[in-house]
Nanobody, 125 residues
Framework: HVQLVESGGGSVQTGGSLRLSCAAT????????IGWFRQAPGKVREGVAI?????????ADSVTDRFTISKENTRTKMTVYLQMSTLKAEDTAMYYC??????????????????WGQGTQVTVS
């Protein structure tokens, strides 16, 4: 079955950078849309960046030009990265990796994604 494991979160100063990783196993890379959501305390979960199963990449307006999503495939797993730069306090949130067997873009709601990781915390201060 599909498993997603995030890593790379932490605390960083305003203006700093972090790179998140999501190790994805049990899926065929070309068949899945995959990417990142985030949820801050008291707020709804929102899409950050998604790579669709046809290769289209979409970003939330709030992170365009600051965040970059990419993926790397090996024989046994796929790793999805989120390079975050020029971080702001409002980027503080739990970041989740999510995957769907259908084409998805960043505006698709969380409930349209089939599989989720456990999350990794990003704190910007």
């Amino acid at each position: 079955h599909v498993q997603l494991v995030e890593s790379g979160g932490g605390s960083v100063q305003t203006g700093g950078s972090l790179r998140l990783s999501c190790a994805a196993t049990g899926l065929t890379a070309s068949m899945y849309s995959i990417g990142w959501f985030r949820q801050a305390p008291g707020k709804v979960r929102e899409g950050v960046a998604i790579i669709a199963n046809d290769g289209e990449i979409t970003y939330a307006d709030s992170v365009t030009d600051r965040f970059t999503i990419s993926k790397e495939n090996t024989r046994t797993k796929m790793t999805v990265y989120l390079q975050m730069s020029t971080l702001k306090a409002e980027d503080t949130a739990m970041y989740y990796c999510a995957a769907s067997r259908r084409k998805r873009v960043v505006s698709n709601p969380p409930q349209t994604f089939d599989t989720w990781g456990q999350g990794t915390q990003v704190t910007v201060s």
